[in-house]
């Protein structure tokens, strides 16, 4: 009994040595394993070293370069309008037409009194060349004493009052003429044109209405050009005035001669380059801003007053600026930083300051040199002093 339990205990103590020794060269495979992996691969970027323009951006809402409000010139009853509404017309086309027989009958009625009138101009003439003949019949009878002086006195005061006569009977027709001409005009003011070539809108009055003359029957809008108003920060302000052409006195104004690009509602840039016509004279105290407006072509009318979009323009170049891949760029505790592979592929942490975004690029301060490769895939494994087997990637993909 007793030597069958030492033997038990000695064959439990070989196994247990047995498993022991077993576990430690299993231990010694991993290290080894782990000592032997080949450094991380990371994907690379050049820091770049170019001359850039920057961009702004500003919300532009779109304005009909005239808008022309079509009121009457004269009451009366809408009989006709003579447009489809939202349809482009031309300067001069009949909108709307106002019953015109009130305005012809007045017409007619000032006509008459000018005839009238015409006709006491001859006889205020006759009358006066009658007392001309007297006063040239009486005047040597007079002075041959063959008739009293009393008579020629008369004779002449009567040529005075034929003359006065003659004088007023002109006057009330050169009135009577005013008053056709007025007529005349009134009666053309019967048909409502448009004032400009344009879109016109939806119509205020219907068939029938009274219309006065402060009455507003529909707008017509000059679209093409259109214009484009847009309010810029005072910083954009003064840097704009460095931008474009700038004249030589006090008046110049920013952003001139620059071309704007007009980004639309669907977020799709507009085609045709528009340039600044002019701005506001003083900054809105209330926002900081100051407005400007631009002028952009429209063919075909695409663009309509009320719509919104996003007016960009260069308001700035920077020369020699340092541009990082965004996707280099972490931030840790309010920290920006990128990992540097040095020429020995070990990782630098290296703290940056951000400046203006370009395109997916980001302008960094002179922490980074022209040169250096930033991490920009597999950051997980840049850590400061690891070793790391860098892979390039091309400008294209590691803007993607």
Known sequence: MLRSHRLRSGMILLIVGLLLAASGCGGNSKVNAQTNMPPPMVQVAVVERRDVS????????????????????????????????????????????????????????????????????????????????????????????????????????????????????????????????????????????????????????????????????????QVDPIKVYFPISEQDYL?????????????????????????????????????????DRQVDPSTGTIRVAAAFPNPGNILRPGEYGRVRAVTEERHDALLVPQAAVTELQGVNQVAVVGSDNKVRIQNVQLGSQVGANWIVNQSLEAGDRVVVGGIQYAREGATVNPLPVTATKGAQ
């Open 239 to 279: 840097r704009a005035q460095k931008i474009g052409t700038r004249a030589a006195s006090v008046q110049s104004t920013p952003l001139k001669g620059v071309a704007l690009t007009l980004v639309l509602a669907d977020s799709s840039t507009y085609p045709h380059p528009g340039g600044v016509l002019w701005t």
């Open 54 to 221: 920057l961009t702004s951006e500003w919300i532009a809402t779109m304005d009909g370069y005239i808008n022309a409000e079509i009121q009457p010139h004269v009451s009366g009853y809408l009989i006709r309008q003579n447009y489809r509404e939202g349809s482009f017309v031309r300067k001069g086309e009949v909108l709307f037409e106002i019953d015109p027989r009130p305005f012809q009958a007045a017409l007619d009625q000032v006509k008459g009194q000018l005839a009238q009138n015409q006709a006491q101009v001859v006889q205020a003439q006759a009358q006066l060349a009658k007392v001309n003949q007297d006063v040239a019949r009486d005047t040597p009878l007079a002075q041959a004493r063959a008739i009293a002086q009393s008579q020629l006195d008369n004779d002449l005061q009567a040529k005075a009052g034929a003359e006065a006569a003659v004088v007023a009977a002109q006057a009330a027709v050169t009135a009577a003429q005013a008053s056709v001409e007025q007529a005349k005009l009134n009666l053309s003011f019967t048909k409502i044109v448009s004032l400009v070539d344009g879109i016109a809108g939806i119509a205020k009055a219907q068939i029938g209405d009274l219309v006065i003359t402060s009455s507003v029957l529909t707008s017509v809008s």
